[in-house]
């Protein structure tokens, strides 16, 4: 049995007050906070082990490295890669995109060529294939999506063709909620040999998620949103497609020789880590993978799916409330607005009620266009989130609705 408050005993900040009121955090999409068991970690390995890794022969060095080594196998199993040489740590999702719209654009992109991406994604999952494109004189193509929030996939049968260098997609909307149907989407784009980009910031926390199920050549995630550490996070790639890649920064680690006239690069998955890895965010973000599978990814979606139509059915109640973004397939986000009430006013007003929510644009501003709105009031909810929470939303919006 899913114990939610067993759970929430092993986050600290969640029993704190703020203006005088317990928390009720719905931020989550943003970041989630930190189980005592990374947060340990972390002072632990910098009271004990800490020492750079990779490089030194001695004692500690080799503990350090054996600990973010390991960590990238716990990464590995986790989302089902065949190889730990697929897995590259990086800062984060932005990161992972960035690293790789770079490396592939200079390896495969031309004057002419296209990048797809989807109407609903990240602005981290469109600008860098902005520049990218800018650099290479390429053009970005967009999936269109329907009033509901989902994609249209007959529309990307027709934007798939020879001169597309790569797809790149949201499996869960951060706005919108919905989850695409990213296997589909795969399946498409390799019919005519495109390879695909998934962006997991928002999946990796909710679904389990299977890189040779999926099928998808590259995958991004961030640390800091599925319980682990900031500043850490994962470019998935298929041996083959890293492989042909260039390095995208140049520095230590990413080397096998240097001379002033040439340099080789190093094995996988070294050849895209240049510098000192964050090497006990790494570690850290093990525990955090290894506490999710501890709780089961089966029984948090369950929780999570549970609290989410709960939520939807209480906040469908309040008067002149409108749920942005209505897919059949929704994840654990819920974007709102009320009324003629600014997201901005009804974000701060809820904040003195203790509920933390996210209001603005959400960094996707072609989706806000689309959407022919400014910005919402989005509840993001995570494995340690209860019906009293909600209950304390819904009562919160009444309240402010009132004062209207
Ligand atoms: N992609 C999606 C769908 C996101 O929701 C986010 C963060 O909100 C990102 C990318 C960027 O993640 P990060 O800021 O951790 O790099």
Redesign the pocket.
């Known amino acids: 049995m899913y114990n939610v408050n067993k759970v929430r005993a092993d986050f600290p900040i969640l029993s704190r007050e703020v203006y005088g009121k317990p928390l009720v955090y719905l931020d989550n999409?943003?970041?989630t906070q930190k189980p005592r068991q990374v947060v340990e970690a972390m002072v632990d390995e910098y009271y004990n082990v800490n020492a750079n890794v990779h490089r030194g022969v001695h004692f500690l060095s080799q503990q350090a490295t054996d600990l973010h080594e390991a960590s990238r196998e716990v990464v590995r199993a986790f989302i089902h890669a065949r190889s730990t040489n697929e897995i590259i740590f990086t800062?984060?999702?932005?990161?992972?995109?960035n690293l790789l719209a770079f490396s592939l654009g200079e390896a495969m992109v031309k004057e002419g060529d296209e990048v797809v991406v989807s109407a609903m994604?990240?602005?981290?999952?469109i600008v860098p294939w902005q520049m990218m494109c800018e650099r290479k004189g390429a053009l970005l193509r967009v999936i269109p999506m329907t009033d509901e929030g989902e994609l249209q996939l007959d529309a990307l049968e027709e934007l798939l063709t020879e001169r597309t260098r790569i797809v790149c997609c949201?499996?869960?909307?951060?706005?919108l909620g919905t989850v695409n149907p990213v296997k589909e989407i795969v399946r498409m784009a390799h019919d005519k040999g495109i390879p695909v980009l998934v962006?997991?910031?928002?999946s990796v926390p909710h679904m389990q998620v299977d890189m040779q199920d999926l099928d998808c050549d590259f995958f991004?995630?961030?640390?800091?949103?599925v319980y682990g550490p900031?500043g850490v996070?994962v470019l998935y790639g298929k041996e083959a497609w890293l492989e042909k890649l260039p390095p995208y920064q140049g520095g230590g680690e990413m080397i096998k020789n240097v001379t002033f006239q040439k340099t080789t690069y190093n094995a996988l998955p070294y050849k895209f880590e240049a510098g000192t890895p964050d090497y006990v965010a790494t570690h850290a973000l093990a525990k955090a993978l290894n506490y999710v599978n501890d709780l089961g990814m089966e029984n948090i979606e369950a929780h999570e799916r549970e609290l989410t139509l709960y939520a939807l059915e209480q906040l469908q109640r309040i008067e002149g409330m409108r749920i942005i973004g209505r897919a059949r397939q929704h994840d654990a986000v819920i974007s709102f607005l009320v009324g003629d009430i600014h997201h901005l006013d009804m974000g701060t007003l809820l904040d003195r009620l203790g509920i933390a929510v996210r209001t603005g644009h959400?960094?996707?501003e072609p989706l806000m266009r689309r959407l022919g709105i400014e910005g919402t009031v989005r509840a993001s909810f995570s494995l340690y989130n209860t019906k009293e929470e909600v209950d304390v939303l819904v009562d919160g919006i009444e309240r402010i609705r009132k004062m209207f």
Do not use: L, M, P, W
């Not at 949201?170 to 706005?175: H, K, R």
């Not at 962006?199 to 928002?202: K, L, P, R, T």
């Not at 991004?220 to 949103?225: I, L, T």
């Open positions: 999409g943003a970041t800062r984060g999702t932005t990161e992972s995109i994604e990240h602005h981290s999952n949201t499996q869960v909307s951060n706005v962006d997991g910031a928002q991004a995630f961030s640390g800091h949103k900031t996070g959400h960094c996707a």
